[in-house]
């Protein structure tokens, strides 16, 4: 029959619109106002998942955020695949797919329950103690068990094809929830001249009055709220925003919400996003988000029918459905009761109550007394029968401390389908603490209570969540709440309402016993008492951890893993501490809390990255000879963000092919590279120059204009953090190139120094990067190609020198040609405005056909630069290289005065002899390439660990040399150049090497002076 | 998410901004006659006071200028933001003593 646990009227749900659901493969029915855990229990499904550690059959244990039990995969294998769910929060759509999560093959027959049967193997510090050795049963034993052990839904296997989008709000009042605090202070705040933003995490507003209704201001809760619904949302200063959780606080009052836009409908319009992100800086923050009700922890707690009372109350009230048909209830507070009352109200029989206080009072406790059910004050619920679901209970009476059954005391059997159990609530005080504020422990309500704020984050709690806990006192809270944040803002409400009423409770008692004892003690025989649901954690564990020296609650949590599952310890932190304070005999405030972490709950990918994939994430940047590059099969190298060519192959042609071409074309006639990507910076001023001599290591202000000088940049503490090229352009300007991925960083740290250190000096930087397109022609016959299309600047190797620089016309082209050489060989780095840039490399490759031209990519330029001993910073440097460590002593200028990073060369741990320097590396066997990365030893051992003195930074075969060809750097390498050293390899081979200078090729340089 | 305020630009989201340590710190003119442990000091050491800290920042996303700010380290409140050259609005008392 078709759920056949809903009741015949009552509830929010909307009989009139019946949803289809299916559950692992099976279709069942619903109704819209379900969530999908409502409707799952409507249709007598108890058992949803299996827990974590043990795989113990697990059911439904709350109605809100705070689930940890009854997880699924929805819409599985398709692109709205939405991993570990919460039932509880998943509101119910016409055809939504759900699939039980952590169980293989199926849900009632789990082979992951053997885990079950060896629990006495799972205890504390499980995964410390039992894996650690030996070292290699880790990876064919341990790594992959827990592997295939762990772990709860799955991975989508198709890329989410919705849509999700961020947005900023601003407020002078942002109000965290709205069941009666938040709607107290709303309402007096939107009659203020405040920007107001209301949010709540479910559908419609009013928190816990949708469970328990009440009498408020005269009539009606369902009334009172639709009337302050009428005039937040009349109210233009207001933003409500319902099915919005916040979920993150960060400092001064910025606050993360998370908004579910369309995922409860079953059609929505293709412009709308799934969700939303939103990012509220408020002024002023009001908490009200309520609290938690705490489980009790007793034996066999986890059972599939076992749950809070309040969550029982609420599928009753709520949704309209009985979570079971005979009830056994443990409390230890008045307020459980009216939960009790609920499931007597819905024809569930209730044939016990076990109340841990010795004498139960309070109202409500009278109301449930006045219908008849026996209430047993001092029992407790010692053990639990059924394990796919509850069948019954067995009760006792427990000795004067709790801590024990009664002496002599024989458990009694009790039948039932269901058990609620209430241990009192414990208010949410997780938005306090993100935002830095403190937290004091009552006595009185035995938890945690915000007590000093943050002034980074002006904030005030109410209700609830600021432990006031009966109805008048939250309105009221709130109300006042509204009151001292407006008169902050210096905003007072206009025509204030009064504060909303509420009858008070009365006072009444509650018994904490963090540990209901079983028919056994604790560790002993098969019953577990759960702390965590999710993880498995039960109160022997963290007894046991802190009897093992875990005395901290953090060392606790890491340890037993309590608190770290998805719902964050929502239910089992305040048990775990209560607990730890027993087992150390100090007071809860002595063992204090762990970090409340955002984000509150767990929040989907899709809307912490919203618009932010793909190449909106991370755009690429292109030169403007791109088109062409696209056009002849460039298979690229990313640098920064760039997309360089990193070799063109031409049909069929393998990497290895294609460079040895390249570079082959390069030395014999004239290759190709787009050096537009090179960071270009325009340094001008009239203390241009003075400036320079400040940056670099060597003299620039002494540079003639028309002159090109290489020049290398420190940071402070002497080592490299740059190198490049600069030209000077006039006297008062230079033209100064950084290497690609250092663009910014260069500029950022010139900017800083001129800022900060020289506001004097009249410099101004531009970055003109992107302004100029770059076209390198290398080889012997670039001088040719170039003067077919350049007429009026004499190229002759007399007139037009190595290192200097020319304005002329390239192509029809206003350019600048720059005489320098990364290859070794005679080369022209040309520069046009960026949108002659396809122009001029379009021109190049016509007229150099009939020279051979070639373009080159990024590896034959490491290629050619390697063979001439050029470093590339970042590859042979690495933040710890200064100038000396690389042979490079000649560009250290010992006349001019200061520069950034010279008193730090002259530190007496920068003449170490056994720092690592810059060695060129030849293997004995020319055909072996070393792996870039590769560790050096000069002593070598059978086996590791051997003296690593050094490591290769660039290796290549060099068809210039016929040989392979390495850089490196190793310890005090300069001084023992052809020394023999050692690669031990991992599959145990060696390779034997001997260091060298690091110029492979043309030593004297003929080649690109000619 | 810090609110800070750019002494040329006004209040802007710290994700506009880049972190500079510890303000007020010349850099030494004289540095051929500090010792290394002199020279290691300026390099290397700031201090991580509990309280008020005069510090740098700089508005790269927006105008690119640096400035400085005193933050209250405990909180991460921002006290005050005032442009470079200026003096910070608090005593050396101050600095490292919470208001
Ligand atoms: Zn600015």
Not at chain 1, 208 to 233: C, N, Q
Not at chain 1, 763 to 775: F, G, I, R
Request: include cysteine; glycine fraction near 8%.
């Amino acid at each position: 029959m078709a759920q056949k646990y809903r009741l015949p009227e009552g509830g929010r749900v909307d009989r009139s619109q019946p949803l289809r659901f299916t559950f692992d493969g099976k279709s069942y029915e619903g109704f819209a106002g379900d969530t999908l855990a409502s409707a799952m229990m409507a249709n007598g499904l108890r058992l949803v998942g299996r827990s974590f550690k043990y795989h113990r059959p697990r059911g439904i244990i709350t109605s809100g955020v705070d689930e940890p039990n009854a997880l699924v995969d929805l819409y599985s294998g398709t692109s709205k695949h939405e991993a570990d769910a919460r039932t509880t929060m998943a509101e119910l759509v016409d055809g939504m797919d759900a699939k039980s999560i952590n169980n293989y093959p199926l849900l009632k027959y789990d082979v992951g329950a053997v885990n079950s049967i060896f629990s006495k193997f799972f205890v504390s510090g499980f995964y410390y103690k039992t894996f650690m050795w030996p070292k290699a049963a880790w990876l064919k034993l341990y790594e992959p068990f827990i592997r295939k052990a762990a772990g709860l839904g799955t991975a989508p296997t198709v890329p989410d094809t919705d849509h999700y989008e961020k947005h900023y709000g601003y407020c002078d009042v942002l109000i965290i929830g709205a069941g009666p605090a938040g709607l107290a202070a709303a309402r007096q705040a939107a009659r203020s001249n405040a920007r107001v933003w209301v949010v709540d995490d479910q559908p419609e507003l009013g928190g816990h009055l949708l469970t328990r209704s009440a009498t408020i201001d005269g009539k009606d809760s369902d009334a009172w709220i639709a009337e302050v619904r009428a005039e937040l949302e009349a109210a233009p200063n207001v933003t409500l925003k319902t099915r919005a959780q916040a979920i993150s606080y960060f400092d001064m009052n910025y606050v993360a919400i998370w908004e579910k836009v369309t995922n409860h409908m079953a059609n929505p319009p293709a412009n709308m996003p799934r969700e939303r992100l939103y990012r509220v800086r408020a002024g002023q923050v009001i908490i009200a988000s309520g609290s938690h009700e705490r489980p009790l922890v007793f034996a066999d707690n986890d059972r599939p029918g076992v749950m809070l009372a309040g969550a029982a109350e609420t599928y009753v009230k709520r949704y309209g459905v009985k979570p079971g048909k005979r009830a056994v209830a443990m409390v230890n507070n008045d307020y459980a009761y009216g939960s009790i009352l609920a499931l007597l109200d819905a024809g569930i029989e209730v044939p016990l109550v076990c109340d841990l206080r010795q004498e139960p009072d309070g109202a409500l406790t009278q109301a449930v007394k006045d219908r008849g059910v026996p209430i047993r004050a001092g029992h407790a619920i010692v053990a639990i029968k059924g394990k796919n679901s509850v069948r019954g209970v067995k009760v006792a009476a427990l000795s004067e401390d709790g801590k024990a059954l009664a002496e002599g005391e024989k458990p009694a059997s009790q039948a039932c389908d269901l058990v609620v159990h209430s241990a009192g609530w414990t208010p949410a005080v997780h938005a306090h603490c993100m935002a830095r504020g403190k937290l004091a422990w009552s006595d009185d309500m035995s938890c945690f209570l915000p007590s000093e704020g943050s002034d980074a984050n002006p904030n005030v709690s109410a209700g609830n969540c600021a432990g006031q806990m009966d109805l008048a006192s939250v309105l009221t809270s709130g109300h006042e709440a509204a009151g001292q944040v407006l008169e902050a803002l210096g905003m007072p409400a206009n025509n204030a309402p009064a504060a909303p009423t509420a009858d008070p409770e009365a006072a009444s008692s509650t018994r904490i016993l963090w540990i209901v004892p079983g028919e056994k003690e604790l560790g002993y025989g098969s019953a577990k008492h759960f702390i965590d649901f999710q993880n498995d954690s039960t109160a022997f564990d963290v007894q046991l951890a802190v009897r093992e020296g875990m005395h901290s609650i953090e060392h606790v949590k890491r340890y037993t893993t309590t608190g770290m599952a998805t719902d964050q310890g929502k239910l089992a932190n305040l048990n775990a501490i209560g607990i730890v304070s027993e087992a150390l005999d100090v007071a809860p405030e002595k063992v204090g809390t762990t970090t409340y972490r955002l984000p509150y709950t767990p929040t989907t990918f899709g809307v912490i990255a919203g618009r932010d994939i793909d190449e909106l994430l991370d755009p690429a940047r292109t030169t403007a000879m791109h088109p062409w590059h696209e056009d002849n099969g460039a298979v690229y190298e990313d640098v920064g963000q760039w997309k360089r060519p990193w070799y063109f192959p031409k049909k069929g042609e393998s990497m290895h092919k294609a460079v040895l071409r390249e570079c082959a074309a390069v030395r014999e006639d004239v290759g190709i590279l787009d050096a537009s990507t090179l960071g270009k910076i325009v340094v001008k001023g009239p203390d241009a120059g003075a400036f320079l001599d400040l940056v670099y290591t060597n003299k620039f202000s002494s540079l003639k204009p028309g002159k090109c000088r290489y020049g290398l940049m420190l940071n402070e503490d002497g080592m490299i953090l740059d190198d490049g090229v600069t030209s000077r352009i006039s006297d008062d300007e230079f033209y100064m190139t950084t290497t690609t991925g250092n663009a910014a960083p260069v500029l950022d740290h010139l900017e800083e120094y001129l800022q900060t250190e020289w506001p004097h000096m009249q410099v101004y930087l531009t970055s003109v990067t992107e302004q100029w397109a770059t076209a390198t022609i290398a080889g012997p016959k670039a001088r040719d190609l170039l003067a077919e299309i350049c007429s009026d600047v004499d190229l002759s190797a007399e007139a037009f020198e190595f290192m200097s620089w020319r304005e002329g016309t390239v192509a029809d082209c206003p350019a600048r040609i720059f005489r320098i050489s990364f290859t070794g060989d005679v080369s022209y780095e040309i520069n046009v405005p960026s949108d002659y840039g396809l122009h001029l490399w379009n021109t190049l490759m016509q007229v150099g056909r009939k020279y051979g031209i070639t373009p080159y990519g990024t590896e034959t330029m490491h290629v050619l630069r390697a063979e001439k001993g050029f470093i590339i910073v970042g590859q042979e440097t690495d933040g710890s290289v200064m100038p000396f460590d690389l042979d490079m002593n000649w560009i250290v200028s010992k006349k001019k005065g200061d520069f950034i990073g010279r008193r730090s060369l002259y530190r007496s741990d920068m003449s170490k002899p056994d720092r690592k320097q810059l060695v060129g590396i030849k293997t004995v066997d020319p055909s072996v390439v070393l792996e870039e990365g590769a560790q050096l030893v000069r002593e070598l051992k059978a086996q590791p660990p051997m003296d690593m003195v050094g490591h290769v930074t660039s290796s290549y075969m060099s068809p210039a040399c016929g040989r392979s060809i390495a850089l490196g750097i190793v310890k005090g390498g300069l001084a023992a150049k052809g020394e023999t050293l050692y690669s031990p390899q991992p599959d145990g081979k060696v390779i034997e090497v001997v260091t060298c200078s690091p110029v492979f090729f043309d030593p004297e340089g003929s080649r690109q002076n000619g | 998410m810090l609110l800070i305020d750019c002494p040329h630009c006004g209040p802007r989201n710290e994700s506009e901004f880049h972190y500079g340590d510890q303000a007020h710190i010349a850099r030494p003119e004289n540095s051929e006659s500090m010792s290394d442990q002199e020279w290691a000091e300026y390099v290397y050491l700031r201090e991580n006071p509990k309280g008020l800290f005069r510090e740098r920042w700089v508005h790269s996303a927006g105008c690119g200028r640096w400035f400085n700010a005193v933050r209250d380290t405990v909180s991460s409140r921002i006290v005050a933001t005032y442009k470079q050259g200026e003096e910070a609005p608090i005593s050396a008392e101050e600095e490292g003593g919470l208001l």
